[in-house]
């Protein structure tokens, strides 16, 4: 079973950028599209970024476009989400998601998620 790490998270001042990795063992994971998503106390969860398991197509929420891009390096095993630019309200619980080879932008179509990193923006 495809199992997945993330790690990258933490505290930083606005307009800081961090990298969020999500590393997989178990697969290889070069089978599956990895999503990114992020949940901030009190709302819905919402989908940040995605990337088709070849790397040739990305999906980008409009709330993030422009600061955030979703990479991978299959021969790592990982999926990497660099944030630049980052705001108050980036303020969430990251996670990051995997299905099959194509992305959705509803989480409940990934059978597969992390634990979840910890981000928060704030002077």
């Known amino acids: 079973q495809l199992q997945l790490v993330e790690s990258g998270g933490g505290l930083v001042q606005p307009g800081g950028s961090l990298r969020l990795s999500c590393a997989a063992s178990?697969?290889?994971?070069?089978?599956?599209?990895i999503g990114w998503f992020r949940q901030a106390p009190g709302k819905e969860r919402e989908g940040v970024s995605c990337i088709s398991y070849s790397g040739g197509t990305t999906n980008t929420a409009d709330s993030v476009k422009g600061r955030f891009t979703i990479s991978r390096d299959n021969a790592k095993n990982t999926v990497y989400l660099q944030m630049n630019n980052l705001k108050p309200e980036d303020t969430a619980i990251y996670y990051c998601a995997g299905r099959g080879h194509y992305c959705t932008g509803h989480g409940n179509d990934y059978p597969y998620w992390g634990q979840g990193t910890q981000v928060t923006v704030s002077s």
């Open positions: 178990g697969f290889t994971l070069t089978a599956y599209a």
